[in-house]
């Protein structure tokens, strides 16, 4: 029970006042920021780091708990009622949920989504609290080999084994290492890939390209199809209460999707799609309504919502615990902790306990305030909803313009962000993954460092990766995630065939 | 091999992997001018050597995609608004590169996505784009004390 001790005093570092008003600050911020349609909590955050950079480390990362948590909810808001998912994760939320709002039933399914992901968010932040010592103990074992081998699970299952063209996603992913090599090598002090541009010394900040792949190239991307779609938004009307039934209904699915959700968060297998998928395909098994199913069942929003934001808060095992981002949102966050040098993984836990457990507790914080905040200022968060497009869409940019610039004041800077703005749209338009891009910049450099200390360790013999039982494991385990989708792919057009 | 009538080769696809090819070989040129400082390992040429490998066995993939015409399905586009948007980031770029201060710029850049997203009153936006401007550049220079590149307007405040 050591975990709970340290989760106390870790309260006692979140509940100082200043600490409060971060955490408040960033739910607010976090969420009248995520609930604009077409920006998920990757956006939110990365949108919000300017913010924190002028505050000290636990504050800002205290805010960032906020920001995470409440872009999660916004992002909820919006699938509910204008049906555009911010991201994948809400796709099934905006199922059922949108057929309820057109159902007038919004207020109910904005509820359920909100309670579920409290009830989610706390049971898997307790998982976090009592998972993570025992995984610090695990991973301080590892040696350089074993982390590098991590890391390559980690990318194949980002990139390869869950999207829809594995071939797509590892392209994603290797533009996201190539980037990660732009700058000066630290270990041998030559640059790489800056063509004798100063500004690219210093490593492509990681802010400027999730800020450009998803607010500008998301900005061209809508405005490149206007014609073609336009959204609308559900008014929310009749009471927000859950009845007596709606609770009954929903608490079982809060429940069984925090299963799904937080287990495959943790394991270090990325993206919340899966999770949310497998929930709302096992309540549309199990409802005592079947009926109630495409036309709007509240077991359809309390069980994909619950799993999604109990495997966010899964994805900080991996964060935390060994400094692996299993999804973009996590690699914003592992960018923010960067900011102040300070690298998650088991040593974060020894050397910076005070801040670990701080940020813990202000998950709990953050999601409770969410709770009550989020029902009666739901009027508020509607109103940002009916911004005009256009405007909504100029005001994101101006803001992605300025944050980028305030960062790093060079005009070189903003054609970087034009550039990922352009790639981003590209790769909307070919349906290439974006979220592989920005882990794979981000875990590229540590996985490189992770590979050249095992070589020097070994004196340039690559075998040392397989003679590890541990990392030979990892390897074999990562090699097997990025064949599999090609086997069953192939399978999958074996029974085409004989159709 | 056979291959359906419906499936056309995608000159789209065939780009990506062209370009993917050309970021191999930049990788590659790039890194055969690093210096190995240990005589054991390879040290910083490791990573480019990989990603250049891989960049090209993707290129290979995205070819034969490309050949098949597996891509997704792709909508119509409106080239119109993406130049206007583009169009006012490299305003925005030049203005701050030659020190006139973000603010016009801004409220350009504001103007004309707005513009691009079908509004018709570009005075009013570009009005409504220079307060949005003013007001982030007080947050962000006064309140969180950021420095942001000034121009002539800038300096009034």
């Known amino acids: 029970m050591e975990a709970f001790a340290s989760l106390a005093d870790g309260l006692v570092v979140a509940i100082q006042p200043a600490n409060l008003l971060f955490a408040l600050i960033g739910v607010l911020l976090g969420t009248a920021v995520g609930v604009l349609p077409g920006i998920g909590p990757a956006l939110t955050v990365a949108l919000l780091l300017p913010i924190t950079f002028k505050l000290d480390p636990a504050g800002s990362i205290i805010m960032f708990a906020g920001i995470y948590y409440g872009g999660m909810y916004g992002g909820s808001t919006t699938a509910i009622l204008i049906n555009t998912p911010g991201e994948s994760a809400s796709m099934a939320t905006a199922l059922e949920g949108n057929l309820m709002a057109k159902a007038g039933r919004g207020g109910p399914a904005l509820a359920t989504a909100a309670i579920g992901s409290f009830v989610a968010g706390t049971i898997a932040t307790l998982g976090l609290t009592l998972l993570a010592p025992y995984l610090v103990d695990i991973a301080v074992s590892f040696g350089p080999e074993d982390y590098f081998a991590l890391m390559v699970v980690a990318f194949v299952t980002v990139s390869a084994t869950f999207g829809d063209s594995p071939v797509r996603g590892l392209t994603s992913l290797f533009i996201g290492l190539m980037l990660g090599l732009v700058g000066i090598d630290l270990l041998s002090g030559q640059s790489r890939l800056s063509f004798g541009v100063p500004e690219l010394y210093d490593n492509i900040e990681v802010t400027t390209l999730a800020v450009g792949l998803f607010a500008v190239g998301e900005a061209l991307y809508v405005a490149s199809r206007r014609h073609i779609q336009e959204e609308k938004l559900e008014a929310v009307r009749g009471s927000l209460w859950m009845t007596k039934e709606d609770w009954k209904r929903s608490w079982k699915p809060w429940l069984r999707g925090t299963m799904f959700g937080f287990p495959i968060g943790a394991l270090p297998a990325g993206g919340a799609e899966i999770p949310t998928f497998l929930s709302y395909a096992t309540e549309r098994r199990l409802t005592k309504h079947p009926e109630d199913f495409g036309k709007g069942a509240i077991e359809g929003v309390a069980g994909p919502e619950a799993a999604n934001n109990a495997s966010a808060a899964g994805t900080l095992v991996p964060l935390l615990t060994l400094g692996l981002p299993t999804s973009a949102t996590a690699a914003m966050m592992l960018a923010g902790f960067q900011q102040y040098n300070i690298n998650p993984g088991p040593l974060l836990f020894a050397q910076n306990a005070d801040l670990v457990w701080g940020l813990i507790a202000s998950l709990f914080i953050a999601n409770a305030m969410l709770l009550v905040l989020n029902l009666p200022l739901v009027g508020l968060w509607v109103k940002l909803l009916t911004i005009p497009q256009p405007w909504l869409y100029a005001g994101i940019l101006v803001f992605a313009t300025m944050g980028t610039i305030a960062a790093n004041p060079s005009p070189v800077e903003l054609m970087m962000l034009t550039v990922f703005g352009v790639l981003g749209f590209l790769m909307r338009r070919f349906d290439f993954p974006i979220a592989p891009v920005i882990v794979g910049m981000i875990l590229g450099p540590l996985a490189e460092s992770q590979l050249r200390r095992a070589l020097s360790i070994s004196l340039g013999d690559p075998m040392t990766l397989l003679q590890s039982p541990i990392s030979a494991t990892l390897l074999t385990i990562a090699l097997i995630a990025l064949v599999l989708p090609f086997f069953l792919k192939g399978l999958g057009r074996f029974k085409a065939v004989e159709d | ?157």
């Open chain 2, 1 to 157: 091999m056979a291959t359906s009538p419906q499936r056309r080769v995608d000159v789209a696809g065939l780009v990506i992997a062209v370009i993917l090819l050309v970021l191999a070989a930049v990788v590659w040129w790039d890194m055969s001018k690093l210096q190995i400082l240990s005589p054991y390992d390879l040290g910083p040429k490791v990573m480019p050597i990989i990603v250049s490998g891989c960049l090209t066995l993707l290129a290979i993939g995205n070819a034969i995609g490309a050949l098949r015409g597996d891509l997704p399905a792709r909508d119509s586009l409106d080239w119109k608004p993406i130049i206007l948007i583009l169009g006012a980031l490299a305003c925005l770029i030049v203005l701050i590169r030659f020190g006139g201060g973000f603010m016009i710029g801004t409220a350009l850049l504001f103007a004309a996505t707005s513009t691009a997203f079908g509004r018709r009153a570009f005075v009013t936006d570009f009005i409504i784009g220079a307060v949005i401007a003013l007001i982030v550049y007080v947050l962000f220079a006064k309140l969180l004390t950021l420095s942001l590149p000034a121009g002539p307007l800038e300096r009034l405040f």
